[in-house]
């Protein structure tokens, strides 16, 4: 699978532009603040339906413009596939793949399956739980689609629940009978979920650490741990023992929404105990197992984004990716980088065909 062609109208600080790519890498280069991320982020629209980078959909339209076009044509199985998204202020945002307008943006995920490794990754360390939890679904969700619809309907339920319980408190009343219809679905829903994160952890795990093993080369070893309440108790009595807390609260303090990951280096915490450089190997191998992880189950090489990779960078992990592409363990790659030179340089090691654009 790869991107042909892109063509962005209004998208950010691109007015209107086209592109046309090489099979295995292409390059953006240009000074800071001309575009370089936002070309990436466009890409990455076009797999997840929204940015990386600005979860405020109308704030990825050029400042007073009216909307924005994402135009991109890819080969998959040999057939061509044209993808476009595009947001006009008041509308919805339309999906369409072979101009056919999807219903379900949540039926695209995965179609076109993606990894990007970007300075912006930092979150997952310093961020609260929901960014960890958030990376989890994104992996499971690019290639199990129930999974994906399973989390959205918990989180609705979660959500009347909620109200529920401050009805109740506000009307100083109780009933059982309707919690518990939200209860039972909540458990059937949380359960499943709680299974399914368990079991790709368990297989996602061993490929990080060895992700990690290679880019560090041995030097220490860290951990990537699960932690859910689920792990002690069922959902059930999670719910129970906590029924009178909620009530107070008037919230569900208990479920796959508190899940979280721990990231650590010798048993501390990365977030505080880990050097800078240990704390951006840990990103690039998380996302580098996230890459082998979705190329395994779904049979598809992802696409790579490396946005200001080579500036985290030294010479010796430079060469290291780009030994990893000459072993075609990657498809089609797109970086961006300030150094016109350094990237050439790079890029020449690696025998593969390659375009460079200047911005
Ligand atoms: N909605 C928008 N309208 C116009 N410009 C935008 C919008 N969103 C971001 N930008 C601009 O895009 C530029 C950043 O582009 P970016 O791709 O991050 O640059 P870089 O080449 O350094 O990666 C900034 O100048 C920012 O102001
Ligand atoms: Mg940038």
Same mark, same amino acid.
């Given at each position: 699978?790869?991107?042909?062609k892109?063509?962005? $109208? ?6 209107s532009?086209?592109f046309? =790519?090489?099979?295995?890498i292409? #390059?953006f280069?240009g ?6 991320t ?7 629209y076009?797999? =997840? ?8 959909a109308l704030?990825?339209?050029r400042?007073?413009?009216?909307? =924005? ?5 890819y080969?998959l ?7 476009? #998204? ?7 945002k $339309?999906? &369409?793949r072979n101009?056919?307008?999807y *219903?379900? =943006?949540?039926?695209?995920i995965?179609?076109?399956p ?5 300075p912006?990754d930092?979150?997952?360390i310093?961020?609260? *739980?929901?960014?960890?939890?958030k990376f989890i ?7 199990d689609?129930?999974y994906?619809? !399973?989390l959205?309907q918990?989180?609705?339920v979660i959500s009347?629940?909620?109200a ?11 009933d ?5 219809i ?5 458990i ?10 368990k ?6 795990t061993?490929i990080f650490?060895?992700?990690y ?7 220490e070893s860290?951990?990537?741990v ?5 792990h ?12 009178? &807390?909620?009530?107070?609260?008037q919230?569900t ?15 501390y ?23 082998q992880?979705?190329?395994?189950? !779904?049979n ?15 010479e010796?992990? $430079? ?10 363990e990657?498809?089609q790659?797109?970086i ?13 090691? *690696? ?9």
């Amino acid at each position: 699978m790869y991107l042909q062609k892109i063509s962005l $109208v209004n998208f950010k600080n691109i007015i209107s532009q086209t592109f046309d =790519f090489q099979e295995k890498i292409n #390059c953006f280069v240009g000074d800071n603040g001309v575009g370089k991320t936002n070309i990436l982020d466009a890409i990455y629209y076009l797999s =997840f339906t929204k940015s990386y980078f600005n979860p405020v959909a109308l704030q990825n339209i050029r400042h007073g413009e009216e909307f =924005f076009m994402i135009e991109g044509s890819y080969i998959l199985e040999n057939r061509e596939e044209k993808i476009v #998204c595009s947001l006009k202020k008041g509308q919805k945002k $339309v999906l &369409k793949r072979n101009d056919k307008a999807y *219903s379900k =943006f949540s039926e695209h995920i995965g179609q076109l399956p993606l990894v990007i490794i970007s300075p912006t990754d930092r979150d997952l360390i310093v961020d609260g *739980s929901e960014t960890r939890r958030k990376f989890i679904d994104g992996v499971i969700s690019q290639q199990d689609k129930e999974y994906l619809q !399973s989390l959205i309907q918990y989180n609705k339920v979660i959500s009347q629940r909620n109200a529920l319980l401050k009805y109740f408190a506000a009307n100083r009343t109780f009933d059982a009978l309707n919690l518990k219809i939200y209860d039972d679905r909540l458990i059937l829903l949380g359960t499943g979920i709680y299974a399914k994160r368990k079991s790709f952890l368990e297989k996602f795990t061993p490929i990080f650490n060895k992700k990690y093993q290679t880019i560090s080369e041995d030097k220490e070893s860290v951990d990537l741990v699960y932690k859910s309440q689920l792990h002690i108790m069922s959902f059930e009595e999670l719910l129970k023992n906590n029924l009178e &807390k909620d009530k107070i609260l008037q919230y569900t303090s208990v479920g796959i929404h508190k899940d979280d990951l721990s990231f650590d280096i010798g048993e501390y915490p990365i977030k505080k105990f880990g050097s800078q450089g240990q704390q951006k190997s840990y990103l690039i191998a998380l996302k580098l197992a996230q890459f082998q992880f979705i190329k395994e189950q !779904s049979n598809v090489v992802p696409i790579l984004l490396l946005d200001d990779v080579f500036d985290k960078l030294d010479e010796h992990r $430079v060469s290291k990716i780009i030994e990893l592409v000459n072993k075609d363990e990657f498809g089609q790659i797109f970086i961006t980088d300030t150094h016109a030179e350094r990237t050439e340089n790079v890029i020449k090691q *690696s025998n593969k065909p390659y375009q460079i654009f200047k911005l």
